[in-house]
């Protein structure tokens, strides 16, 4: 089932998207939209952790307004004013 939410992304740019949710009370996932899984190597020892989406959504999103950069952020980000 999808459950479609509108959501504000600021990765790879500020935009109003149209996403896919997890299931709050998904019993594999609990809402978490997946699982950690820990995995080994060859040798057995640890070598990272995979996150493995839950079936219960998709992880994709549809941009529906691409929104500017907030003003107030810009300036701050950009400012010339010395960290004191
Ligand atoms: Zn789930």
Same mark, same amino acid.
């Given at each position: 089932?999808?459950?479609?939410?509108?959501?504000?992304?600021?990765?790879?740019?500020p *935009?109003?998207?149209? *996403?896919?949710?997890?299931? @709050?009370? !998904?019993?594999?996932? +609990?809402?978490?939209?997946?699982?950690?899984?820990? /995995?080994?190597?060859? &040798?057995?020892? /640890?070598?990272? &952790?995979?996150? %493995? @989406?839950?079936? !219960?959504? &998709? +992880?994709? *999103?549809?941009?529906?307004? @691409?929104l500017p950069r907030? @003003? $107030? $952020?810009?300036? &701050?980000?950009?400012?010339? %004013?010395?960290?004191?």
């Amino acid at each position: 089932m999808v459950r479609l939410r509108l959501k504000i992304t600021h990765c790879p740019r500020p *935009a109003l998207t149209l *996403a896919d949710t997890p299931r @709050p009370n !998904c019993p594999t996932c +609990q809402g978490a939209g997946g699982n950690a899984h820990d /995995y080994n190597d060859d &040798t057995g020892k /640890y070598a990272g &952790t995979r996150w %493995e @989406p839950c079936p !219960c959504w &998709t +992880q994709w *999103a549809v941009i529906l307004l @691409p929104l500017p950069r907030w @003003p $107030r $952020r810009t300036l &701050t980000s950009h400012s010339a %004013e010395p960290p004191f």
